[in-house]
């Protein structure tokens, strides 16, 4: 059986790529959501692109003949946004964020219909949303961009994988 095409690994590479390749970003890391209630990790640059391990469903067609596995994807975009009373300071960096956010959401479109790219055909073009978050760590506001993939996934039985014991 073939290895998995959208494994863990594979998209936290691809959105440190995303955050390497874009102007605006100047930092990345994979985040567990209680590092939320702590300090923002040192020597990351900002604004940064925090990326939360996705959460997956296992869906059927109709026909029960085909399973896709369905990966809703989070991910933060954030910067510093000063004083926590500098509301004017806020607007700004929301207006900046929601504008790479936007540049974000573009270029996964490019990447669904780009045959190289390990999105390709993998994309549900209707599924993205963002919000706003913030204050987070030390006075820090941005976007929580969400999507969703959804590629094949065999979910055929190998016994080659496994080892029961008499009765099983």
Partial sequence: ???????????????????TAHNGINGFYRFNIAEL?????????KP????????AQIEENQNNTTNFNSKDM?????????????????????????????????????EHKNRDSILFGMLEA??????????LFDN??????????????PMCFNPDKWTFTEGA
Wanted: net charge negative.
């Fill in 1 to 19: 059986m073939a290895d998995r095409t959208l494994t863990h690994s594979k998209l936290v590479q691809f959105h440190n790529d995303i955050a």
């Fill in 37 to 45: 209630q702590n300090q923002f990790r040192s020597g990351i640059g």
């Fill in 48 to 55: 940064a692109l925090l990326l939360e391990s996705y959460s």
């Fill in 74 to 110: 989070s991910i933060l975009i954030i910067d510093f946004a000063g004083k926590a009373d500098d509301y004017n300071k806020q607007e700004e960096v929301l207006d900046r964020l929601e504008n790479v956010v936007l540049d974000v959401i573009s270029y996964l479109k490019k």
């Fill in 126 to 135: 209707n599924s993205f949303s963002y919000e706003k978050v913030g204050p």
């Fill in 140 to 153: 820090m506001h941005g976007w929580n961009l969400l999507y969703r993939l959804k590629n094949h996934e």
